[in-house]
């Protein structure tokens, strides 16, 4: 072997710290194990917060209820999947297709919300009790998003993304809109007002939970960000 | 990909899990081997034989803390190459870059694609190839000298394969303009 090629500071990093290591599974499977992380605390969140479908459920068609909730899962998992393709060096996700699974992800979400309050006015937004109603949504999206979004940024800083932030920001998305696709169903408002500020304002500000994440981890470990 | 590619890549392949199972002759065989287009891959960030080396360091370094992420049997090249890339921007945007350049005359050769050998003297081509922005210099290097395919290039630097083919083109286009502007001027 050509170890006369090797500097031996090198060599004796390498060697003092040699242990076996596992290589990381494929995207694919790591992308399964956070849906399935993020179904088991989506169903816990659902239960703790004692959540029930909305009453127009079935003034909805089908494919607007629980069709647009597949889409949006759907969606979601793939934005998630991307994120984790992206955190492994020399599977970078190029540029436009980041943008195209972006746009796609809050897109989705807004025609969703525009569709639903053309079918059904849902439950009337009371003067006053506007902000008491966005809250309690608002809380709803981000506990329904947080168990996604911490396994996906889990497994993105365990690898080695290079990108972090454009890493976090698909992971951010990803679980966003995974949170959006649970909460379409469950939201009784359709008012568009209600929808736009406080689902839409929580599905951007996930977002850039997800991009400022990965500026944080980028100014850990490689000292810039 | 050719057949001696094909076989190069199989064997970093074989030397990278052995590295990951723990194997300190696998990582000397995966540096010797990736030493050398490395080193090339790095001067064209740095232009500076000496960073490149201590570059190099730094790139075997991260390797090593991110030996986890390579996912066996993907090919090795665009996983190292995206990393050695990644630490050359990190020196770059560090900012001790100018503090540490050479001046021009000591800069080591940047290698010429033998596609462009018939167009002009190695000097000439040297010096128009300094001139190409970074990104198009990058591209050529990867692709023409270093024999990646546009798939391979694309994951490296994290676009398309087709941008990189484009900017690929757009390189070699411009070079051949300069070229003929150059031979223009000399007339």
Excluded at chain 1, 125 to 131: A, R, T, W, Y
Excluded at chain 1, 132 to 141: E, L, Q, R
Aim: net charge positive; hydrophobic share 50%; proline share 6%.
């Amino acid at each position: 072997m050509n170890t006369e090629l090797l500097p031996e500071s090198l060599r004796e990093t390498i060697s003092n710290d040699l242990a076996p290591v596992r290589p990381l599974p494929p995207a694919w499977i790591r992308t399964l194990y956070a849906v399935a992380v993020a179904a088991a605390g989506l169903a816990m969140v659902v239960a703790a917060f004692k959540l029930s479908l909305r009453p127009d459920m079935e003034q909805l068609p089908m494919w607007l209820s629980w069709g647009c909730t597949a889409l949006q899962l759907i969606v979601g998992v793939v934005l998630v999947g991307m994120a984790l393709r992206e955190a492994v060096p020399g599977s970078g996700v190029p540029a436009g297709a980041v943008t195209l699974a972006v746009s796609t992800g809050v897109l989705m979400q807004i025609l969703v919300g525009v569709a639903t309050w053309m079918h059904s006015p849902g439950m009337p937004l009371i003067k006053g009790h506007g902000l008491k109603a966005g809250v309690t949504c608002s809380t709803h999206d981000l506990a329904l998003a947080l168990p996604a979004l911490a396994i996906t940024l889990w497994l993105v800083f365990r690898a080695l993304p290079l990108r972090p932030s454009i890493a976090g920001l698909l992971g951010g998305t990803g679980a966003a809109v995974t949170a959006d696709a649970i909460n379409h169903v469950l939201c009784p408002m359709s008012d568009l007002r209600h929808v736009l500020v406080w689902h839409t304002g929580m599905l951007f500000g996930l977002m850039l939970v997800g991009w400022f994440a990965g500026k944080l981890w980028e100014r850990k470990r490689f000292g810039q960000g | 990909m050719g057949v001696d590619r094909k076989a190069e890549e199989e064997r970093l392949i074989a030397l990278m899990i052995g590295y990951q199972k723990g194997n300190m002759d696998d990582f000397e065989g995966l540096y010797a081997a990736l030493k050398q287009p490395l080193l090339r891959y790095l001067w064209t960030f740095v232009r500076n034989a000496t960073m490149a080396e201590d570059l190099l360091q730094d790139t075997f370094l991260q390797i090593h803390r991110a030996r986890q992420t390579y996912t066996p049997p993907r090919p090795v090249r665009p996983w190292v190459y995206a990393i050695t890339r990644h630490v050359a921007l990190m020196h770059l945007r560090s900012g001790r870059r100018r503090k540490e350049m050479l001046a021009d005359d000591q800069l080591p050769e940047i290698p010429v694609p033998p596609e462009m050998e018939k167009f002009a003297d190695r000097a000439t081509l040297h010096q128009m190839l300094s001139e190409l922005p970074h990104h198009s210099q990058e591209v050529l290097m990867l692709h023409h000298l270093l024999g990646m395919s546009f798939q391979e290039v694309g994951q490296i630097l994290g676009i398309a394969s087709g941008t990189a083919k484009v900017r690929s083109h757009r390189a070699l286009k411009a070079l051949r303009e300069r070229l003929g502007e150059k031979e223009g001027g000399d007339a």
